[in-house]
Structure formats: structure tokens, C-alpha cells
């Protein structure tokens, strides 16, 4: 990334990045330039949890002046606006929420989780009390439909923060499991990767489910899926729990979802050579094209190995992109940069703008 003129971690003039974003050939950046143009045709309100902090602010900032979102910043008022005077940030329009400032709504938004939960020990006095909580209110704000999409995570570990998503926002109708995706790009194109944050270790029907978002979310992105079913093995050339498990995950797959490009048990190398497998594997549905899309047999493999790429393999990232989810709900990657964050809104809004068609996250 540093090559091409930007710098990969925190950018603090977003105009420059987006008229590089257009010229540079990257693939990945077209895709962001688009998602981002879209984001700004309809704005949309986004719940940042951990708003006292530097690079949430640079975000907001950057977010509000270029029209992609209005920012709502969940924390202690003194203490957003002492950090914005000390650093010179000019947000030009946003609106500032302390939970612990917000006796009633604490109250409304406890009672409603405590009628979603009143059977998972959840009574009306803890409900009020975990709304104290930024991750519980902010869910609730997009839950009650005053805020149109929740960001957090940039401070906090990964399960901490969507169990409180998951326990007030909930997954969307019709979808069982919610799953996490990384686009990696490079000159030899766009990845998609799943799950790479949720699930640790899925049973072949769940991967089945992973599977069904994961397509969805990457036309959500203007791709066609090709999807590879990742094993050690090729087609059951060796033994063992995974490439059980994956080939069986492959068979229903391809029963439940006749019209997607899927194939699988297949090495990683393997799902990506159209030569070898024209060669060796020909029946193969990806042996045409390749892979474009791949599905992990466990979060083990698919969180180590886009984190290898990204930082070794020096492939630009997005994500993790929470798909399956009833409203629209992104947790960062612990300490995001800046123009991560700002990706990340945008993606939120474009989601936030899809909640009522087929393809959203
Ligand atoms: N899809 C849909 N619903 C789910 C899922 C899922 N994948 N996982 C849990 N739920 C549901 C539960 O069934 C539960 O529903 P219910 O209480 O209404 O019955 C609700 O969500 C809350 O679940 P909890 O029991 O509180 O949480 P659980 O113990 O199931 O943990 C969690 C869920 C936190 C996602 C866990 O699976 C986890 O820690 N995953 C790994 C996270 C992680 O460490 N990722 C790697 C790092 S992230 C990174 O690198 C960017």
C-alpha cells in the first residue's frame, strides 16, 4: 500500500485518498470508491460505541464532512469534546450521547431487552443495567430504529462485543448463523473470505449456513461467488474430521443452492489453479474459472490466514463485514486505522440503504 502513496495505516486527508482511490487500478479500490459514492447519495445515522477515542474522531470527522454518515458518538460529553478542542477536529455535524446522562432511555431500552430475554435470566433491573453498557445501548438505538447502523470494536475483543449485537439486534429472519467476511485484494484480484470471525468451529450444516450469507454478501459487493469448500485435501485425498466435514458441507451445499459455482474438498493453492485442476481435477466446478470466494473449515484457518495476507502477503483488507445479522452492525478489527473505520461506515450505509432488498450484509 505504501508504494501505490498511501500510507497504509491512519490517513488523515481523505479527500487525496478518495482521488487516489479512483485513479489507482486496484480492483478493491474501485470497489470502496463505489460503495462510498453510493453511501453518499443517502447518508445514514451510525452509532460509533467507543466514541471517545482519536481515531473514532477522525473517522466522524472525515465521515460528516464528506457526507457518507451523521455521526452519533456514544461516551462522556466533556470528555469527546476535550479530546476534539486538544486535537483540532472539526466535526461539522454530529450528535453526542452519554448513556449514563440518559436515566429514561436507560430505562425504556432495559425493559425492552428484558421482554426479549425475560426467559435468559435476564431481569428488568439488569437489563437497565447493562444498558450502562455503550455496546447494549448503541444496539438498542439501531434496535429501536434511532440510529441506522452500530460500529464498534476498535478497543475491545471481537466475542465481547457483537454478544450484546447478537443479544439485542438478533439475526435476520430466515438466517441461522451470522459469520464474518474479509475482502483481501491484490493486481491478481478481489478475495472473499469467510468465516473469518464468529464461528469457531462449524458443523458441516453450519457451514452450509455460512455459505448462504457469504454468497449473498459478496453480490452485496457486485461479484458472482465462486466458492471454495477449504480443506488439506482435494476432493477426499486425505483423511480425517475436515475433509469429512467439508466434502459433506460441499454435498448439501450444492442440494440446497443448485445455481451456485461451488466445489470442495480443495486445497487453497488447488481451488485458485485453473491449470492444475483442468489437469487433475477437471469435474471440478471451479476448474473454469477458480476461486473467488473462500469458506474455512474453521475460524482457526480463516482468521490466521487473512491476517498472514494482510500483513505479510501485503494485500489491502476490508472487513470484518458482520453478515446475517437482522440490522446492520460492523465490529472493527481491534485497533482499526482511520480509513478502515471511514470504509467501514461506508459499507454500514450502503447496507443500512439495502435493509429492504434481497442482497444487503
Ligand atoms: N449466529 C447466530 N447466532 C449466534 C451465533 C452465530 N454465529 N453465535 C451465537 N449466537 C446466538 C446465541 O445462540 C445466543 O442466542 P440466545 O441467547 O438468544 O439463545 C446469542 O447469540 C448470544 O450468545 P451467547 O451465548 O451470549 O454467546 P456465545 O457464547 O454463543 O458466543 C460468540 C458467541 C461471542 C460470537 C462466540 O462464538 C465467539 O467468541 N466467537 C469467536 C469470536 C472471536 O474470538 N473471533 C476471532 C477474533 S475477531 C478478529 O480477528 C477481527
Known amino acids: ?16 485518498y478518495e482521488v487516489e482511490l479512483l485513479q489507482r ?8 470508491s463505489r460503495i462510498i459514492t453510493q453511501a453518499k447519495q443517502e447518508p445514514k445515522r451510525v452509532v460509533f460505541a467507543e466514541a471517545d477515542n482519536l481515531k473514532i474522531l477522525k473517522a466522524a470527522q472525515i465521515i460528516s464532512d464528506e457526507g457518507i454518515a451523521f455521526p452519533i458518538l456514544l461516551g462522556n460529553a466533556e470528555k469527546i469534546k476535550e479530546l476534539l478542542i486538544e486535537n483540532a477536529l472539526v466535526i461539522k455535524d454530529f450528535l453526542i450521547v452519554d448513556p449514563f446522562e440518559e436515566k429514561e432511555k436507560r430505562s425504556l431500552y432495559g425493559n425492552l431487552l428484558h421482554n426479549k ?9 439488569i437489563g437497565r443495567k447493562l444498558m450502562r453498557n455503550r455496546n447494549y445501548y448503541g444496539a438498542m438505538m439501531v434496535e429501536t430504529g434511532e440510529a441506522d447502523a452500530f460500529i464498534s470494536g476498535l478497543t475491545q475483543e471481537y466475542g465481547e462485543t457483537i454478544k450484546p449485537a447478537l443479544q439485542v439486534i438478533g439475526v435476520e429472519e430466515g438466517i441461522k448463523r451470522v459469520a464474518g467476511m474479509y475482502i483481501l485484494s491484490n493486481r491478481k484480484g478481489v478475495y472473499f473470505f469467510s468465516d473469518t470471525t464468529v464461528n469457531m468451529d462449524p458443523t458441516a450444516e453450519e457451514l452450509v449456513d455460512i455459505i448462504g450469507v457469504t454468497a449473498r454478501g459478496v453480490k452485496f459487493f457486485n461479484f458472482e461467488p465462486r466458492i471454495a469448500m477449504l480443506s488439506y485435501s482435494n476432493f477426499g485425498s486425505n483423511e480425517g474430521a475436515v475433509p469429512t466435514k467439508v466434502a459433506l458441507a460441499t454435498r448439501l451445499a450444492k442440494e440446497k443452492y443448485p445455481d451456485l ?10 481451488a485458485v489453479d485453473t491449470a492444475l485442476q483442468e489437469e487433475m481435477y477437471p469435474f471440478s466446478a471451479l476448474a473454469k474459472d477458480g476461486a473467488n470466494t473462500f469458506i474455512f473449515p ?9 491476517k498472514l495476507l494482510q500483513e505479510i502477503g501485503g494485500m489491502e483488507a476490508i ?3 458482520l ?15 482511520v480509513r478502515e473505520i471511514v470504509n467501514m461506515v461506508a459499507i454500514a450505509v450502503v447496507d443500512a440503504q439495502s435493509q429492504n432488498s434481497k442482497i444487503n450484509l
Open 261 to 270: 459455482i461451488i466445489d470442495g474438498d480443495i486445497q487453497a493453492n488447488v
Open 319 to 321: 472487513g470484518p463485514l
Open 1 to 16: 500500500a505504501m508504494e501505490s502513496g498511501v500510507a497504509k495505516k491512519d490517513i488523515e486527508d481523505w479527500g487525496a
Open 117 to 125: 430475554r425475560k426467559r435468559k435470566g435476564i431481569t428488568a433491573e
Open 323 to 337: 453478515m446475517g445479522m437482522a440490522k446492520p452492525v460492523h465490529i472493527l478489527q481491534l485497533g482499526s486505522s
Open 298 to 306: 474453521a475460524l482457526t484457518s480463516g482468521n490466521i490466514a487473512y
Open 25 to 32: 487500478i486496484g480492483i478493491d479500490q474501485r470497489l470502496m
